[in-house]
């Protein structure tokens, strides 16, 4: 292999694809990038985890094709290290060595023999759809953390994908919280379903945040694949049913406050100071009042109440949360207020953006 390409693009292309590179103990091609000089003048950097995998094409001048694998970590801290003033960076192979010159740096990266590096799948015989970069990560984004880092329920370990009624829906739960986001589509797709694993969510949204363009989604019962402009990336899907979560949504609302955003945020900022080893925080509304209080107490700190400025309308509540579990949504709303709704004694609060249906959340009460 002898190629020349822009130092832009290639480092771009390795930084989006080392991180997926992983580590095994009976394959470790799979620490490497396989850098692929084709003759049609093109670079094809792949990497897999064999969970996650990506294919990165950029425009080379191939002067001999070639096939390279070669550590991934070593190779982008080389190259994202260089200063050569966005020039034409020089990749050549000369026998297990991989050659980098710029004009003021020469480097020599040891490699692997790629042929045992495996194949990234494609996804054939699928359902298809295209859909705004934009609004699929932002779905991905309001809604992972709520899905479960355990592996033990698969189908709570991922976001769950659903069309419905010319909407593009995003839902994630660990049985403690629920997080979901309506995005309206351009036009009608009926795709039925897609659990995305949680752990692969990261990956998805650091490489195509971002973009500003319509992206081509591809799955069928085993992966889902995401595809623009020269980026492919595939990862598994999980075979599981998840909940019927719209059952646990409380129909009924007993309490109800509307609170700025930022203020909420600063409050519980405070109260955490003072919040216990179980991140316990308590509220209390007094409607007739026009009270809305949060209070929290540590043995070994101290003691804090925090008075909110809020319009406040049903029954008088008191109730206990975990304060992580509060304010984790805040991130993914995007109006000044927000509205909390108390359903009663140990039923879930339900958080939703003021004058925005697009966003829910559910927080289960603390029993402590």
């Known amino acids: 292999m002898n190629i020349e390409c822009g130092q832009d693009k290639i480092i771009d292309g390795i930084h989006k694809a080392q991180r997926i590179a992983g580590r095994h103990p009976t394959l470790p091609v799979l620490s490497c990038l396989l850098l692929e000089a084709k003759k049609n003048n093109t670079l094809v950097i792949k990497a897999t985890n064999l969970d996650l995998g990506v294919e990165i094409v950029i425009p080379a001048k191939v002067l001999k094709e ?86 033990v329920k698969p189908e709570l370990s991922s976001v769950y994908v659903y069309q419905d009624d010319g909407y593009i829906i995003f839902a994630a739960t660990d049985s403690f919280r629920l997080a979901e986001k309506k995005i309206k589509l351009k036009k009608a797709v009926d795709f039925g379903q897609i659990l995305v694993p949680f752990k692969n969510i990261s990956e998805i949204v650091r490489i195509f945040e971002g973009i500003n363009a319509e992206m081509s989604i591809s799955f069928n019962k085993n992966q889902i694949s995401l595809s623009y402009n020269g980026v492919y990336l595939v990862s598994r899907v999980i075979d599981g049913v998840f909940p019927d979560y719209r059952q646990i949504i409380p129909k009924e609302v007993k309490t109800n406050s509307v609170i700025l955003k930022q203020d909420f945020a600063d409050a519980m900022k405070i109260s955490h100071i003072f919040s216990d080893k179980f991140n316990q925080i308590h509220f209390k509304i007094v409607p007739n009042k026009g009270v809305f209080e949060i209070q929290t107490k540590n043995n070994d700190i101290g003691e804090n109440l925090q008075k909110i400025d809020a319009t406040v309308s049903g029954d008088e509540t008191e109730i206990n949360f975990n304060h992580r579990y509060i304010v984790d949504c805040l991130q993914s709303i995007d109006t000044d207020s927000i509205s909390l709704d108390f359903s009663g004694p140990n039923k879930p609060l339900v958080i939703r953006p003021v004058a925005d249906n697009s966003f829910l959340y559910l927080v289960m009460p603390m029993n402590r």
């Open 66 to 151: 070639g096939t390279v694998a070669v550590p991934a970590a070593v190779a982008y801290s080389f190259l994202s290290s260089l200063t050569t003033g966005g020039k034409d960076i020089k990749l050549e192979v000369d026998g297990n060595n991989l050659l980098i010159k710029t004009q003021h740096s020469n480097g020599t990266i040891k490699t692997m023999s790629h042929e045992e590096f495996p194949n990234i799948p494609r996804v054939v015989a699928g359902k298809e759809f295209n859909i705004s970069s934009n609004d699929f990560i932002k779905g991905l984004k309001n809604v992972w953390y709520s899905a479960s880092i355990s592996g």
